[in-house]
C-alpha cells in the first residue's frame, strides 16, 4: 500500500509517498480500504515540526477521513463489509472530555493516521459515514466537523438568534460558519480575504469583516452584534487574534480557543477575562459520542461541508501546499481510492 509519510525529519520537503506492507486486521479490528481524506493545520504543523518538536518518526499524517471495510479480523462484528466509516480522531476516546491518555492516540501522529491506502483500526473506534456525503465530503468530518459541532452545541449553547463570531474560513471555521446558519444562529465571519467574506456570504455569514481593511476589528464586530458583543467567538487564530477576540465578545460570553498558532509578537491582555468574565474554553475535537450526535446532525439538517479543492495522493505535496498558504476556503481533500 502506499502512504504519505514524514520519514527523514521536519519539513514540508521531507513527506514522501512509500511503499508499505498492507495491514491484516487482528482480533476486534476492521481493515479499511481508503477511499478519501483531507487536511488539517495540524497535519502541516506536525509535518513542519511545529505541533510536537520531539514526535517520533516516521510517522504517516492524516486525522480525518473514510474507507470501506475490506476485511474483518476475529470478533470485528460492528461493521459489514463494505460499509463505509469514518475513524476517531482520538482512538478509545469514546465519550466525556479528553484524559492525558488522549495525546498518545491521536491520528496522524503520535499513531499512523489517514493518508493511507489501507488503516487498520478496532471497530469501536468507527463511525459510520452519512450515506448522503460524497467520500470526500465524509473524509472531513472526524477532526475539523467534530471540532465545531462540540464547539457550538455542546460546549456552548447555539441556537437561532446566538450571535457567532468566526475567525478565518478553513476548515474548522468553515463547518462553524454552515452548522451556525443551520440553526438560525447570526454568524459573523472575519478574514483577510474580501474574495472568501464573498463566499463566506453567499454560505449564511450575516456580517463580513475584513481585518485587511479594519485592523481593529473587535470593535467593528462589537458594534454589528447588537453592540454588547458577540455571544460566541470561534476563536481560531491563536495569539495574534486573541486581543481582538476578547473585544468582540459580550459580557459572559465565551472564547472557544481551537487555534493555538504561537506568535512571540502578540502577548494579548488577560484584563478583559476577568473584568468583563470571559468564558475561555479550550476545544480539542471530540469523542465518538460527540461524533455519532455530529453525524445525526448533519443527516437531519442535510448540511454539507464546504470544500475548497481535491487532490490525488500522488499530489499530496501541491495539497499541503495549497494548505500552508492558506488558499484554500473549507476543507482541502486527497482521493485515495477511485470514484
Not at 473514510?66 to 476475529?74: E, I, L
Not at 462540540?150 to 475567525?167: C, K, P, Q, W
Not at 449564511?204 to 454588547?228: D, I, K, M, S, Y
Request: charged share 20%; net charge neutral; proline share 6%.
Amino acid at each position: 500500500m502506499r502512504v504519505v509519510c514524514l520519514r527523514g525529519g521536519f519539513g514540508l520537503d521531507q513527506l514522501v509517498l512509500e511503499e508499505r506492507p498492507d495491514p491484516v486486521p487482528g482480533p476486534g479490528e476492521v481493515l479499511l480500504r481508503m477511499r478519501a481524506a483531507s487536511l488539517n493545520f495540524r497535519d502541516v504543523s506536525i509535518a513542519r515540526g511545529t505541533y510536537d518538536p520531539r514526535l517520533a518518526l516516521p510517522v504517516v499524517l492524516g486525522t480525518d477521513g473514510v474507507g470501506q471495510v475490506a476485511a474483518r479480523g476475529p470478533g470485528g462484528t460492528r461493521f459489514e463489509l463494505g460499509e463505509r466509516v469514518c475513524p476517531l480522531f482520538a482512538r478509545g476516546w469514546y465519550e466525556g472530555p479528553p484524559t492525558r491518555a488522549t495525546a498518545r492516540s491521536m491520528l496522524g501522529g503520535p499513531l499512523d493516521g489517514t493518508f493511507a491506502e489501507l488503516l487498520v483500526a478496532r471497530d469501536d473506534d468507527l463511525v459510520r459515514a452519512p450515506p448522503e456525503l460524497t467520500d470526500e465530503e465524509a473524509a472531513t468530518l472526524g477532526c475539523a466537523g467534530v471540532t465545531a459541532y462540540r464547539t457550538l452545541f455542546e460546549l456552548a449553547r447555539v441556537e437561532a438568534g446566538t450571535r457567532v463570531l468566526v475567525i478565518g474560513t478553513g476548515g474548522v471555521a468553515s463547518f462553524a460558519l454552515v452548522l451556525g446558519h443551520a440553526v438560525g444562529a447570526q454568524v459573523i465571519v472575519v478574514s483577510r480575504s474580501a474574495e472568501k467574506l464573498r463566499h463566506a456570504q453567499a454560505l449564511g455569514a450575516e456580517h463580513a469583516v475584513n481585518a485587511t481593511e479594519q485592523p481593529e476589528w473587535g470593535v467593528a464586530v462589537r458594534e454589528l452584534a447588537g453592540g454588547e458583543g458577540a455571544d460566541l467567538v470561534v476563536e481560531l487564530g491563536g495569539a495574534a487574534t486573541l486581543a481582538q477576540s476578547l473585544r468582540a465578545v459580550r459580557a459572559g460570553g465565551t472564547v472557544a480557543l481551537i487555534g493555538h498558532t504561537p506568535d512571540g509578537s502578540h502577548t494579548p491582555s488577560l484584563v478583559p477575562v476577568v473584568m468583563r468574565e470571559i468564558r475561555v474554553q479550550g476545544v480539542l475535537v471530540g469523542p465518538r459520542a460527540s461524533f455519532e450526535a455530529f453525524t445525526r446532525f448533519l443527516s437531519q439538517r442535510r448540511v454539507r461541508p464546504a470544500l475548497d479543492r481535491v487532490f490525488a495522493l500522488a499530489e499530496f505535496r501541491s495539497a499541503f501546499e495549497t494548505l500552508a498558504r492558506g488558499d484554500a476556503f473549507g476543507k482541502t481533500c486527497l482521493r485515495i481510492a477511485a470514484p
